[in-house]
């Protein structure tokens, strides 16, 4: 076993994820109302790039390779690893779907979906195999599918160097366009973005000395071209290309935010506050739609709009 060192900017990235998440949904519950005026107009589109979701949820699976290659990298014994994957993910997803189950028989509740509350159907969302009770949990089933595979692909690492993992991601990449391959699982999951885990596992091991090398300078503009790239990709529909570019600007942010501990422009990640998001991350995710839809049945944003208040 060796000790690794705690990355709290990493930890804050998945806030910031998190967040950016939220935002994509806000959007989305009221992008099909109309412009009131130029500065809502403005603001609708700066939003839209901001709030980039599903390039979020690409950035937590980059993440959740990279953290889960150091884990192991430190100590790599299987069992450990599985026992505490499941006891990350499903304490957490099971409590969610056990309250929003009784939200919906107490009270009719539902997340907008048309979703099944048969014994089942619960069953099967506690399990995470499926997500039509909260649609979110889709990101949950693709982490299950891929804890096998980043065990694989850390020991394909540790056997035979980086190229193996080069070739995961060359065929990955192409299958991300595929239907059949893409809707495998069902229901809301997406396994598009699978090869994310791999790019985090060869984060960690490869590009360490890479990101040590290059000057702060040539580092920042890294780092601003990224956030361009991912925002950028926010304003346009979801592709396979999107995607791919959604998880290279992921990628090197992940890369500077955990080697360049220098850059000033990551100064933020150090705030208490994003400290904080960083921490609740994961229930965060869980329960903003359930949030959401408490917030959206108390102030009616339509009915807001119509009467003359501008979005945002």
């Known amino acids: 076993m060796k000790r690794l060192k705690f990355l709290p900017r990493i930890e804050s990235l998945r806030g910031i994820a998190a967040l950016t998440v939220v935002g994509d949904h806000v959007t989305g519950q009221r992008s099909e109302l109309p412009a009131y005026?130029?500065?809502?107009?403005?603001?609708?589109?700066?939003i839209a790039a901001s709030s980039n979701g599903l390039g979020a949820v690409v950035t937590f699976f980059v993440l959740s390779g990279f953290v889960l290659a150091r884990s192991l990298d430190a100590n790599s014994d299987s069992v450990r690893f599985f026992r505490n994957r499941l006891l990350r993910l499903f304490p957490a997803a099971i409590a969610v779907v056990a309250l929003l189950t009784a939200l919906h028989w107490q009270f009719g509740l539902s997340m907008g979906y048309e979703a099944s509350f048969d014994p089942l159907s619960v069953i099967l969302?506690?399990?995470?195999?499926r997500s039509d009770i909260n649609g979110v949990m889709w990101s949950m089933t693709v982490e299950c599918v891929a804890?096998?595979?980043?065990?694989?692909?850390?020991?394909?690492?540790?056997?035979?160097?980086?190229?193996?993992?080069?070739?995961?991601?060359?065929i990955l990449i192409p299958l991300s366009s595929w239907g059949p391959y893409v809707y495998l699982l069902g229901g809301f999951t997406d396994l598009a973005p699978l090869y994310a885990f791999v790019v985090g596992v060869l984060i960690h091991f490869r590009d360490a000395p890479t990101s040590s090398r290059i000057s702060s300078r040539l580092a920042n503009v890294a780092a601003i071209i990224a956030i361009v790239l991912f925002c950028f990709?926010?304003?346009?529909?979801?592709?396979?290309?999107?995607?791919?570019?959604?998880?290279?600007s992921a990628a090197i942010l992940i890369m500077l935010v955990a080697w360049r501990q220098d850059l000033a422009l990551f100064n933020p990640l150090d705030f208490k506050l994003v400290r904080f998001y960083g921490r609740i991350s994961?229930?965060?995710?869980?329960?903003?739609?359930?949030?959401?839809?408490?917030?959206?049945r108390e102030i009616n944003p339509p009915a807001l709009h119509a009467s003359g208040m501008p979005y945002p």
């Open 282 to 296: 994961y229930s965060f995710y869980l329960l903003h739609p359930l949030g959401m839809l408490l917030a959206y």
């Open 147 to 170: 804890t096998p595979l980043i065990r694989l692909h850390f020991w394909l690492f540790r056997k035979h160097g980086h190229w193996p993992l080069w070739g995961l991601i060359a």
């Open 125 to 129: 969302n506690l399990l995470l195999i």
């Open 233 to 248: 990709c926010g304003t346009k529909t979801q592709s396979a290309l999107v995607l791919m570019l959604e998880c290279l």
């Open 37 to 46: 005026g130029w500065l809502d107009g403005f603001a609708s589109r700066l």
